[in-house]
């Protein structure tokens, strides 16, 4: 961004800075920044600073250069909403959120797919019951999302021998997810669900970077631990400007298959933590055998048993989300008036 540097016989030295556009908010920021630390150098006795703009060009070639590229023009454009599921620490059961989410959602009659970002800890696939069947071409040459359970389905699990570790540094991560949203066919649908790592770190910033439309749907456990984990990932989501959509407090008790409740990682996290961000709690999903059982077989639990409490308390959570999507209803076009008008009263 620095255009020119001209240095007179006299030590006077004059900055050309280019800028992104002419209303930079810190243009004031950066004659204060320059002048400081030019100043310092032996020999200059005086220091001017001068700005013009970046060419659209000028512009795109910095961004590749920052690494902060943006999606091509009409790329998911026939997606209508994406919800990013994390929580800042592992173990919470975002995947196992995720996967179930999004069968509550077909339920519901909307078309769903899942991008399983967790690079390294990928699971999505095996729990749809897919293993590394590696997706179609299409003639177009974009990938075609495996589906499963009437879920489409894409994660690096299908690139790689099945439960092979993935050693990758920033970078990698960055391309990869880059050409998961990019050159995979999604299509229409109505929600694209995004299963996030853990932590705050590459992959979370590199989605932000690309979706900045994009929700975030906060997962934690009632333990003030994992409470505290979670408002991380939300100040994360504040930093880079996604909007949190709300919290689901899982693990929230658990019920045994007699209906006994225990509250195993305490209670009222997430409320607590709803509260805090000024978000509506969209569930508590309490730990069940068998919603535990069912993500290890393949099949989302509110498929195999729509009774089961954790099941009923994802519906509850999903049909919460369908809440907050904006709905257009249809505008019905009645006959033209016919006859005469008549006046009103005064």
Request: hydrophobic share 45%; with cysteine; glycine share 10%.
């Amino acid at each position: 961004m620095v255009r020119s540097i001209d240095i007179a016989p006299s030590g006077d030295v004059h900055v050309t800075v280019s800028l992104t556009t002419a209303g930079c908010p810190i243009r004031n920021t950066f004659t204060e920044a320059v002048t400081r630390e030019a100043g310092t150098v032996a020999g200059v006795q005086a220091v001017t600073v001068a700005f013009d703009v970046l060419s659209d060009t000028e512009k795109s070639a910095l961004q590749k250069t920052l690494g902060r590229g943006s999606m091509p023009a009409g790329a998911l454009a026939q997606v209508n909403n994406v919800l990013c599921i994390g929580s800042g620490k592992g173990g919470v059961g975002k995947s196992t959120l995720t996967s179930n989410l999004a069968a509550a959602l077909t339920l519901d009659g909307k078309s769903v797919g899942i991008l399983d970002a967790d690079v390294w800890g990928y699971s999505i696939p095996r729990m749809f019951g897919l293993g590394s069947e590696r997706p179609p071409v299409s003639p177009e040459r974009k990938i075609i999302p495996i589906q499963a359970h009437g879920v489409k389905v894409m994660s690096i699990g299908f690139f790689v021998e099945e439960d092979a570790a993935v050693v990758w540094r920033g970078p990698m991560l960055h391309k990869a997810l880059t050409q998961f949203l990019e050159d995979v066919a999604w299509g229409e649908l109505d929600y694209l669900l995004v299963d996030l790592p853990p932590g705050t770190g590459d992959v979370s910033m590199t989605l932000a970077q690309l979706l900045p439309q994009a929700q975030f749907i906060i997962v934690t456990t009632p333990q003030p631990t994992a409470q505290k984990v979670a408002r991380r990932a939300a100040q994360m989501a504040g930093k880079v400007s996604l909007e949190i959509a709300g919290v689901i407090e899982n693990m929230a008790g658990f019920a045994t298959p007699s209906g006994e409740r225990f509250q195993i990682f305490g209670e009222g996290g997430g409320q607590s933590l709803a509260d805090e961000l000024d978000v509506p709690l969209l569930g508590k999903v309490p730990l069940t055998m068998p919603l535990r059982e069912q993500a290890d077989d393949g099949t989302p639990l509110v498929f195999t048993d729509p009774d089961d409490p954790a099941a009923q308390a994802i519906r509850h959570a999903a049909r919460g989300i369908l809440a907050m999507s904006p709905v257009e209803l249809p505008v019905l076009q009645g006959p033209a008036p016919t006859g005469i008008s008549l006046p009103m009263a005064g």
